[in-house]
Nanobody
Framework: QVQLVESGGGLVQPGGSLRLSCAAS????????MGWYRQAPGKQRELVAS???????NYADSVKGRFAISRDNAKNTAYLQMNSLKREDTAVYYC?????????????WGQGTQVTVSS
């Protein structure tokens, strides 16, 4: 069974930093697009950042210049470095692994990790 396990969330003051990790197992990690999503209370889940198998990155406008997504295929792990955190970044952050091929769509989610930005 595929597993995505997030870690690194927690409570941080505004302006602080956190690094989230997403460890994947039982998938060919290197071929998957990895994404970080977040969902704040009362809001829809939104894409924060993604990185393709080739290393191309994409960011939501709200986090550009503050967050950085990366991946280490040797460790089957994706990361989200979050700097200059704001209160509005408070949410549950989810890791996603996506691979679409002609024969189907392979879409997996982690359990989420809470990020709270507060003084």
């Amino acid at each position: 069974q595929v597993q995505l396990v997030e870690s690194g969330g927690g409570l941080v003051q505004p302006g602080g930093s956190l690094r989230l990790s997403c460890a994947a197992s039982r998938i060919i990690f290197s071929i998957y697009r990895m994404g970080w999503y977040r969902q704040a209370p009362g809001k829809q889940r939104e894409l924060v950042a993604s990185i393709t198998s080739g290393g191309t990155t994409n960011y939501a406008d709200s986090v550009k210049g503050r967050f950085a997504i990366s991946r280490d295929n040797a460790k089957n792990t994706a990361y989200l470095q979050m700097n200059s955190l704001k209160r509005e970044d408070t949410a549950v952050y989810y890791c996603n692994a996506l691979n679409m091929v002609p024969t189907g769509r392979y879409d997996y989610w982690g359990q989420g990790t809470q990020v709270t930005v507060s003084s």
